[in-house]
């Protein structure tokens, strides 16, 4: 019988007739949750918000639920008891995300969590966080509503719905409480409902998604982050290789922080850089010091690479050597690591190029030589830009 991770609506956990296969192979379906009954959820909301006690102390409740999704057995709509050795089998064979890259993320929504500042007054808005699935990390957004919220409703990701699920059973058995929070999957064409539905929203998505939600003071977009790093001239090549690494290629490359363009003032030095950086990416294997995320759905790591392979213009070069998919001997699909010289100097903000900014799920940059008035300009576009700690004297 096929495993349904269930949908979690007016305080239970429920499945649906509407549903969708998990990615991985045998990784079972998830409910969906439609337009119709998401709309008459929001009039239970407002039915039962009136009723419902004073929430307090909702920061201890998220910090203990966050050690619960890392460490403890939780149950979980549709899969049942779920130890943390469970979660991450389930997070490798559904989205192929290898363990120490989910221990790090835990770790990370915990700092995330303890850095904040005190929660503003919470409201009697009820949010949204439609979240995407390159990272659970995004999961602090649903901490920070939850803290400002009278409730919140997660859509998860369809390509992962698994870490959404365990943090709702998570803030369930930490005593939050269950007309509080919703768990809504859906089809994509369903976001635009549930914006309208709910007070509040945090929107998590690419650059098409981003042209297709209007825009308002209630939406935060979190779109793609272009990020771009600046290299000094005179920097030698084996310490902007050693700083840029981790930037291109921490996180499995999938963070719109991460770096995926790398501007030099110099073409020589942009050479000299781009085939050092190559060679460490080459370097790198998925189960490394930068591990590599695998890819479940049939010819999606095939796609990813060859979305930069066709932003290429004449005289561009991929500079790492490995072939762009690599296949494990357990039938592991990985998107290896890209390294792309661009061709020429850039010397004005007029002139584009498709790779500059360019976002994909594994580690992949593109290098440049660019004048200060082209630097500006990319600089201008990325939300994350980076620039080497400088050297004191000797």
Known sequence: MTAVLSAFRRGEWRTSLDRAPLPGPACGELALVPEIVADADRRWWDSTLPGLPLLTGRRELLLTALELFDRETLTVGGVGEQSAEDFRAALWESAGLPGPLVDRWCAMLRDNLLKRSEAPEPDGRLALVALPGNTFTCLDSVCEQAERSAGVWLRPSRREPLSAARLVAALLAAGWPHARIGLYPG????????LRLTDRHVVYGGAGLAASVRASPALTLHGPGRGCALVPSGMPADEAVAWLLPLVAADSGRFCSNVRTVVCEEPDAAERLAHAL???LDALTPDGAWPLTAFREPGSAENATRAVRDRLRPGDRVLTRRPPVLISETNDVHA???LTLLAG?????ARTHPLIGHEVPFPSAAVLSASPEAARAITDESL?????AKRGPG
């Open 278 to 280: 190559a060679a460490a």
């Open 336 to 338: 290896l690591p890209h």
């Open 345 to 349: 100097h850039f010397t004005d903000s």
């Open 384 to 388: 994350f830009v980076y620039r080497p």
């Open 187 to 194: 089809q994509q064409r369903t976001l635009h409902g549930l």
